[in-house]
């Protein structure tokens, strides 16, 4: 009988399908960027058996050999794809070390391979289905997750657009995440001006702007401009953003009823495989942000400081460079001490 897991566990196994997607995502760049990919593969299984054996309870010498592992592990279970694995090994060794680049039947060999080893192995040890690990419990945005989640029991019934629709609103929320529209400082480092929205059309005398006018196009540059900046700064891959934001609908709020989206022909032919790329860049962009998690935390913590002090700040003048202070001489006294 599998052991329950912790949370811990879980996060580790979460990890592993990152970098197995990773694998996947590498694999279909041209020659030789595909390259990465087996190492991306590799690091998967290596992390995988370190989890393994430490969720088996089985000891392990600092820093065994990889294809170790399948003798450390066989007193508890015979693990497959030896074989597979070496050559795995083998590939990411003649990458690393030689510059050798692995073929395409190679790359698709491995990731076959780690396909079956993932799928065979995860429900012995840990009594669930690989693709059941859920990579958003890697994530630091409450709100993102939610809608996530949520987006996801859409796609599992087959309704892919409005799975899409959902992966829509979780990338709008990660953005409006580090926007700082929630927080109460002046300067938001993550923000580049106030949020624009539909109410803020250009007005002339009054009269809202024609929407081929000037102020108006001047406007959707600004927008554009702003949600590339928000997104770039962020670590958020800007071609990977523009197919995303191509793929999935645009979902807008109403003053009254749930948030709603136009659904076109794209979007009900949007296929599992277009959604299971969509969301993994949802995953992997909320994971690049989060580096930015600390600094809220650090302007709050500057807020408090400063609101504790009570009263007017001093005003201090730049001096320019102080002059080098010329040691004293010791008297004859302090030398001969």
Known sequence: MARSLDPFTVQRLAYVRYLYREGIEQSRQPAPLRSRAITSFHDAVENYLGVVTQHLGIDVPKAPDFIAYWALI?????????????????????????????????????????????????????????????????????EVARLLREAQTHADVGDYSMAAAGLSMALDALLTHYSGRNTRTRW???????TLNWSD?????????????????????????????????????????????????????????PPRYVEAKTHALLTADDYDWARHFVIESAL???????????????????????EAFPERSWTGPLEPVEPEEASVLEAEL
């Open 201 to 257: 059309s250009p007005r002339l005398d009054g009269r809202e702007a024609p929407r081929d006018g000037r102020l108006a196009r001047l406007s959707e540059i600004a927008e554009a401009t702003q949600e590339a900046l928000r997104a770039t700064s962020l670590g958020i891959d800007y071609p990977s953003l523009a197919r995303f934001r191509i793929i999935t609908p645009s979902v807008h709020g109403y003053f009254s009823g």
């Open 74 to 142: 066989k007193p508890e279970l015979e693990l497959p794809k030896k074989d597979s694995m070496k050559r795995l090994n083998d590939a990411r060794v003649a990458l690393k070390h030689n510059g050798t680049f692995p073929s395409e039947h190679q790359i698709e060999q491995a990731r076959q391979s780690l396909d079956d080893f993932f799928t065979t192995v995860t429900p012995k040890v840990f009594g669930v289905d690989f693709d059941s690990i859920d990579m958003v419990d890697l994530l630091t945005q409450p």
């Open 188 to 194: 938001k480092p993550f923000a580049f001006g106030r």
């Open 288 to 310: 690049r942000a989060s580096r930015a998690d600390g600094i809220e935390d650090l302007q709050r913590a500057q807020r408090e400081v400063n609101a504790d002090q009570g």
